[in-house]
């Protein structure tokens, strides 16, 4: 007898198993790029989310006190970010559900298989997002931070040169990058210049209590950690690496981008959820997943376009900037690879 959706799959207790587990695979959100934002939880509904902040105008010296003169106020002016909420879902039929179910927990091995492809999904949409806000790699006109970007032209291989740059882009919040996002390509091009250190997934959480160590002991320039398959967390140039080959090349050049710490912020409209049918005439299960959620680059403003698809993400003509520029912490690289 066939195995049944209805005999391996119980939404109350799957569902917590795949929001798990979809966590755990999130690379943005492991590294501290991505974190939730309690504004973009729009749990009451809707299509957009506004996040209202105030500008004060701070330039300018101190004024000089006199009793003849009074003080000039800056003015304080009020703006807004807007995110949109992406409402998305995958239906799946027990014959494909049936050959992921493996082993002495079936609904844990379905579990880490659909997690494995929400959390790449989402991470496209994720990606699409960065697309939208810098354009092209090679001319990126109009786009939203696009001077937050550089090496347009004359690129070369990753290397402290754009590090350096991409600090210098932020002025002096340069020093909050914490993480740089690669193509696989750009990544084992650093492997093979042993340019990468390697730190274990306790370290990399700033804990020390399995080793008891005051330090970061990294294992500088090995390429051991990159096929050991031990867990540890590749580095460069103290910024925590996420490799990710979604973030697609334009012919031999490849986007790289660096992070502040939440430089993208995340809500729920509604957490994900799971649902199961039979179709008794056709003898068929099927189970469907749904999840409605926000990635927003901070400092920017979505446009008009309700529930974009990942094409409409990447269009920069959706996308503004409403933050000072060295306080927005994405900055973006074009280099090339000899992969």
Not at 205 to 216: K, N, V
């Amino acid at each position: 007898m066939a195995t049944l959706r209805s005999d391996i799959i119980v939404p109350e207790i799957f569902t917590p198993y795949l929001i798990e587990a979809t966590t755990q695979r999130d690379a943005f959100l492991s590294s501290g790029v991505v974190q939730p934002m309690a504004e973009l939880d729009a749990s009451e509904g809707g299509d957009f989310i506004n996040v209202p902040f105030f500008s004060a105008n701070l330039s300018g010296d101190f004024e000089v006190l006199t009793d003849s003169s009074s003080l000039t106020p800056g003015k304080i002016t009020a703006n807004k970010q807007v995110g949109v909420v992406l409402h998305r879902g995958r239906a799946f039929e027990s014959r494909d559900l049936a050959a992921l179910a493996a082993g002495a927990d079936p609904m844990a091995a379905i579990a880490t298989k659909v997690a494995a492809y929400v959390a790449n999904q989402r991470q496209k949409d994720l990606i699409k997002c960065l697309e939208g806000v810098f354009g092209g790699l090679t001319s990126n006109t109009g786009a939203a931070f696009i001077d937050l970007s550089f090496d347009k032209t004359g690129q070369t291989a990753l290397g402290p040169r754009q590090v350096a740059k991409a600090r210098a882009l932020l002025g002096d919040q340069g020093d909050k990058l914490t993480a740089v996002a690669m193509h696989s390509a750009v990544y084992y091009d650093l492997v093979e210049r042993k340019a990468i250190d390697y730190i274990t997934n306790t370290e990399a959480r700033l804990s020390t209590a399995a080793t008891g160590a005051s330090t970061i002991n990294a294992i500088a320039g090995s390429i051991a950690s990159a096929y050991a398959g031990d867990n540890s967390v590749p580095t460069f140039m103290g910024l925590r690496v996420i490799v990710s080959d979604d973030l697609a090349p334009t012919s031999t050049n490849y986007p790289v981008y660096f992070f502040t710490a939440g430089a993208i912020a995340s809500g729920e409209q509604m957490a994900l959820r799971t649902e199961t049918d039979r179709d008794i005439l056709a003898k068929s299960d099927a189970m469907a997943i749904d999840l409605h959620y926000c990635y927003h680059p901070i400092g920017a403003r979505w446009g008009t376009t309700v529930n974009p698809t990942q094409a409409q993400l990447a269009t920069i003509g959706n996308w503004t900037k409403v933050y000072e520029t060295k306080n927005i912490g994405i900055v973006r690289a074009t280099c090339t690879s000899n992969y």
